[in-house]
């Protein structure tokens, strides 16, 4: 099966400076790669996604990489702020299953 | 507010007892997912329904088992409870089955006593 590993699992940046969160996958037939935000207690929510036809996906501050051919995803957030503080989940997916194999989370703090 | 709804959202209950927890999906979405995360395990998926029927298995316990109504909500049973099985209760739903996005519900706390 699937399996995801994720890193760091601890990331503390000051106020400003940008924070990058990296995943592998073992499965090369997965194609779907969400990103999930948990603050403490609440659900995880979606934060971007990307899908194996595209390397490189941007939503305002976020920013998602992926490179088929090492099997690799990274989350990019430019100008941190505190409320970016919490956990990111990297997860990877296929048609055949869809569902999502989860990394092991980073937990991210932004420093005022 | 994702749109998917769970209850109850504590569930405190002694070991060897059953609990039955729900899952309304988003309006329109057909496929339901079940979670668990707890500390040790991180976010495991456990099963998926897809119009009424199973579409896939994880690593849910023989102890464990859901089923999903004709009106798309979704149940999952949690019988002789151990202590190991406290954890928060995810409920995911998505528009059908593939790659599509899931949306999570705020969970169920189960603590076992």
């Known amino acids: 099966g699937e399996n995801v590993e994720q890193h760091p699992s601890t990331l503390s940046v000051q106020e400003g400076d940008s924070a990058v969160i990296k995943c592998t996958y073992s499965?090369?037939?997965?194609?779907?790669f969400p990103w999930y935000k948990q603050e403490l207690g609440k659900r995880p929510q979606l934060i971007i996604d990307?899908?194996?036809?595209?390397g490189e996906k941007k939503d305002q501050r976020i920013a998602v990489t992926l490179n088929k051919t090492a099997k690799h995803f990274s989350l990019h957030i430019t100008e941190t702020q505190p409320e970016d503080s919490a956990v990111y989940f990297c997860?990877?997916?296929?048609?055949?299953?869809?569902?999502?194999?989860f990394g092991g989370g980073t937990r991210l703090m932004v420093k005022p | 507010d994702s749109g998917v709804t769970q209850t109850p959202k504590h569930l405190i209950t002694a070991t060897g007892q059953r609990v039955t927890l729900r899952c309304s999906p988003r309006?329109?979405?057909?496929?339901v997912y079940w979670y668990q995360q707890s500390l040790d395990q991180g976010l495991q998926f456990l099963i998926q329904?897809?119009?009424?029927?199973?579409?896939a298995k994880g690593n849910i316990l023989e102890r464990f088992s859901a089923q999903q109504f004709p009106d798309l909500h979704s149940e999952l049973n949690l019988s002789s409870l151990e202590l190991g099985d406290s954890a928060l209760y995810f409920c995911?739903?998505?528009?059908?089955?593939?790659?599509?996005?899931?949306?999570f519900g705020p969970g169920t706390r189960l603590t076992v006593t």
């Open positions: 995911a739903s998505s528009l059908s089955w593939g790659t599509y996005e899931q949306y």
């Open positions: 499965d090369s037939a997965s194609n779907y």
């Open positions: 990307i899908r194996s036809n595209v």
């Open positions: 997860a990877a997916s296929n048609n055949a299953g869809n569902m999502l194999t």
């Open positions: 309006s329109g979405d057909l496929s």
């Open positions: 329904y897809y119009n009424g029927e199973e579409r």
